[in-house]
């Protein structure tokens, strides 16, 4: 952000610089040229050549000749960009926000001008107001670096200049959860979740997670996650509930980082509970880790770029990652970053025989970075509504199911509760659920039976509940996280494996 700030003083320091070059050539070239003239007479004669309006029969010094022909362009050009200014800044947006799929942003967040985009209205869909201007628009996004900032800007300065009840506020959560914050015109999404979740339902990766679980015959896959500040964290948990792909499957999570306050809160991750897999969080500094990634298949590096490449180097320079075939996601600005960090031991015929011995950016290394940036944002907010508007459809076909089959009539225990009476815990279930179906349909497309999908949503459903820190119970007590439906699939009671199935 700071470079952004500093690149902009630069802009105006030039545009300043050129303005005043004219007038001050034309003070030196008056006084050379008319020595009766005092200072001031030099300014007000060099004010005049910005219009072209100077004698025609003079003879002219060097300085005053520049300056006659620069002045009059830097006065067309200044004054055009002054009108933008004004038409952009001040009465543009007025118009320009009543469209609506248009977005007011407000925000201070390093990466606001990756999210929205380079282009300025009217050619981009996202207009950045200061801070303190207030614009009537039907969509706003906050995308402040900090969750307090986002609430206070939300219900000090918006809500109270909001009065059509029919305005959307997106916000960007880091700490919060979204579920936890329920209001009638605010959405919340974050930025990194959406991220994660979209890589691991990603058709490429569920194709290439199947393909190494079966190359390991039966060993653990090992995926290793570098960096646990929000982004690792997201990554962790989009992992656990969405990369259940084969019945084969042995995954072995390795984390590194602040994993000790994570740990704590997630008492749920035992390894018990995340049969067949398991994660396994390294208190040691990464660096001292080094040999033990040698044989890892996955590593994500989930921490700031400058400190990714570091350990990217250090895998590559320092141990024999290169020649046990794995694969490096790196968070980083574009891909351009990991061409220079490429490696080929091999001739290039060789290579088409053997690429576990090269390590080529595309083949063994690629960005976990914002894609498609002009219409990232865009997308986060249209993926979000689409989940939520698909999780209210599935829990009404179970609700719907449920009465038909037990022929009650509503009823206000838990399971026959409408959407708009669900708990926020119980409503991201259903949008976990939702984002899980993308992964169902690559498996049955891949031919795996229904049988064992439903034994996987299954699955996905348990360690939902576990990262919550629920436990199993004979009785359900939503309010103390206990629910009898938290144990193997096989040991449900058929009623329960039949939902399984029938939503698969």
């Known amino acids: ?60 010094n060097i300085y005053i000749n520049i300056g006659r022909w620069l002045a009059p362009f830097c006065a067309i050009f200044f004054g055009i960009g002054l009108v933008a200014d004004l038409v952009r800044g001040m009465l543009w947006p007025k118009f320009w926000s009543k469209l609506p799929s248009h977005y007011v942003v407000y925000g201070d967040a390093p990466w606001i001008h990756i999210l929205c985009g380079e282009k300025m209205p009217p050619f981009s869909k996202y207009c950045i107001m200061d801070q303190n201007r207030f614009v009537n628009c039907s969509k706003y996004v906050l995308l402040f670096d900090s969750e307090r900032k986002n609430l206070d800007f939300y219900t000090s300065f918006l809500l109270p200049k909001i009065k059509n009840k029919n305005v959307k506020v997106y916000m960007n959560l880091l700490e919060l959860e979204p579920q936890d914050i329920q209001a009638e015109n605010l959405v919340t999404f974050q930025v990194n979740s959406f991220m994660a979740i979209s890589f691991f339902k990603d058709p490429k990766w569920v194709n290439f997670e199947r393909s190494l679980i079966e190359r390991k015959k039966g060993r653990a896959v090992k995926i290793g996650i570098i960096g646990f500040g929000d982004l690792g964290k997201r990554m962790l948990q989009s992992a656990l509930v969405m990369n259940i792909v084969s019945k084969e499957q042995k995954i072995e999570y390795h984390v590194w980082g602040d994993v000790v306050p994570y740990r704590r809160k997630h008492r749920g991750l035992s390894d018990r509970n995340l049969e067949p897999d398991r994660v396994i969080f390294h208190e040691d500094d990464v660096n001292g880790s080094l040999q033990f990634m ?193 144990q193997d699939f096989h040991a449900l009671p058929k009623a329960e494996q039949e939902k399984d199935k029938n939503f698969v």
């Open 1 to 60: 952000m700071k470079k952004k700030n500093w690149d902009t003083k630069d802009r105006i320091g030039l545009k300043l610089i050129l303005l005043l070059l004219p007038f001050t050539l034309g003070i030196i070239g008056f006084k050379l040229e008319r020595s009766e003239y005092s200072y001031l007479d030099a300014a007000y004669a060099s004010m005049q050549m910005y219009f072209a309006n100077i004698p025609i029969d003079w003879q002219y």
């Open 294 to 486: 040698e044989d890892f298949d996955v590593i994500f590096l989930c921490g700031q770029q400058e400190e990714n490449l570091l350990v990217l180097s250090d895998l590559l320079r320092l141990t024999a990652f290169v020649g046990r075939g794995g694969a490096i996601y790196a968070h980083v600005e574009n891909e351009e970053i990991l061409k220079m960090f490429q490696i080929a031991h091999i001739s290039v015929k060789e290579h088409v025989k053997n690429p576990g011995k090269t390590f080529l950016a595309g083949e063994r290394l690629f960005p976990l970075s914002v894609p498609d940036r002009e219409h990232f944002l865009d997308k986060v907010i249209t993926n979000h509504l689409f989940l939520y508007g698909r999780a209210e459809k599935k829990h009404k076909a179970y609700v719907t199911d449920a009465r038909e089959k037990e022929g009650q009539k509503p009823s206000p225990e838990y399971r026959y509760f409408e959407w708009n009476e669900l708990n926020s815990y119980l409503r991201w279930e259903n949008v976990s659920s939702a984002n899980y179906d993308e992964v169902k349909l690559i498996l049955k497309e891949k031919g795996v039976p229904e049988e064992l999908i439903a034994e996987f949503e299954h699955r996905r459903w348990l360690r939902c509940h576990y990262l919550d820190n629920w436990a199993y119970s004979a009785q359900r007590d939503d309010s103390a996280h206990l629910h009898p439906d938290l």
